[in-house]
């Protein structure tokens, strides 16, 4: 009998150190916001019905990079098709993305029926605009998959709204380093491109020296041109009064026939050079 009542004990105190052991593990992720609730940065937005589902967001931002800033940085790693090239050919603005947003956040990596596989032609036929397999799959599986399309729509799409965006002039092959304040270049772009009203575009700025980064304009569902939400807030993406703004070439190109070293004039002097200016951090 004694020994039945020792065995009893021994499972209700067993049962006991279980469901103990239970709460303080509960209260450590609780307490310690753990990787099973950690908050997420898009806030509790994010959690409500609707969120982070594929075609379900408010409008689109068409993100083009300022490739030689990225080319200058030194978080690059290795070789890279978008700035080391062979054949000479030198990038001004590249299709960065297209990014579906929420009026506050934005969704990513949605999840497909599928895997969300890039096609080798279409990855193929991106590169001119976007000079980077890795990144047009990247793009595709972090914000083209909440598009709702698959990768030949969604990059069509991208190249379509891309293309109605006319470059200025000035930033299609410049040769020259230039400083431009944010309002200078959106008044550049307003010009080229008239449908362009200014709480319809943004520009990011940043790093050393404050170069410039990307622009983003903002489109509908649909592709027509319409008001940033917040996540377009300039004075977030680029406060400085000035942008330093690289060139795409470091020395005028050879329009002319070279001089003659025995020219009296001597040969003229070469134009600014990237490895003059100031490393990235």
């Given amino acids: 009998m004694l020994d039945r009542h020792i065995s009893t004990f021994a499972l209700i105190l067993i049962a006991s150190l279980a469901l103990l052991t239970a709460d303080a593990f509960a209260q450590r992720f609780d307490g310690q916001q753990g990787r099973f609730n950690q908050p997420s940065r898009f806030g509790d937005d994010r959690q409500k019905p609707g969120r982070n589902v594929a075609g379900q967001f408010d409008y689109y931002a068409l993100?083009?990079?300022?490739?030689?800033t990225y080319c200058a940085s030194a978080d690059r790693v290795g070789a890279d098709p978008q700035c080391d090239r062979h054949d000479g050919r030198r990038f001004a603005f590249v299709l960065h993305g297209l990014w579906p947003q929420y009026e506050k956040g934005y969704p990513e990596y949605c999840p497909t029926r599928g895997r969300p596989f890039v096609p080798q032609p279409v990855i193929d036929d991106m590169l001119d605009i976007m000079p980077s397999p890795r990144l047009v799959i990247h793009e595709y599986k972090k914000h083209g998959t909440c598009s709702g399309l698959d990768p030949a729509g969604y990059y069509t799409l991208s190249r379509r709204l891309f293309g109605?965006?006319?470059?200025?002039?000035?930033?299609r092959n410049p040769i020259e380093n230039m400083s431009v304040?944010?309002?200078e270049l959106a008044d550049d772009f307003i010009k080229a491109n008239p449908d362009i009203k200014p709480d319809m575009m943004a520009i990011s700025c940043g790093g050393p020296g404050n170069r410039l980064r990307e622009i983003r304009v903002c489109f509908s569902k649909q592709g027509g041109l319409r008001t940033c939400g917040r996540n377009e807030d300039q004075r977030r993406l680029c406060s400085a009064s000035k942008m330093f703004v690289p060139p795409v070439r470091?020395?005028?190109l050879d329009t002319e026939p070279p001089k003659r070293r025995d020219?009296?004039?001597g040969a003229p002097l070469p134009g600014p050079r990237p490895d003059g200016l100031p490393r990235p951090r």
């Fill in 250 to 252: 470091s020395t005028r």
């Fill in 164 to 171: 109605a965006i006319q470059i200025p002039e000035r930033y």
């Fill in 63 to 68: 993100v083009m990079s300022w490739s030689p």
């Fill in 263 to 265: 020219d009296n004039k």
């Fill in 181 to 183: 304040s944010p309002d």
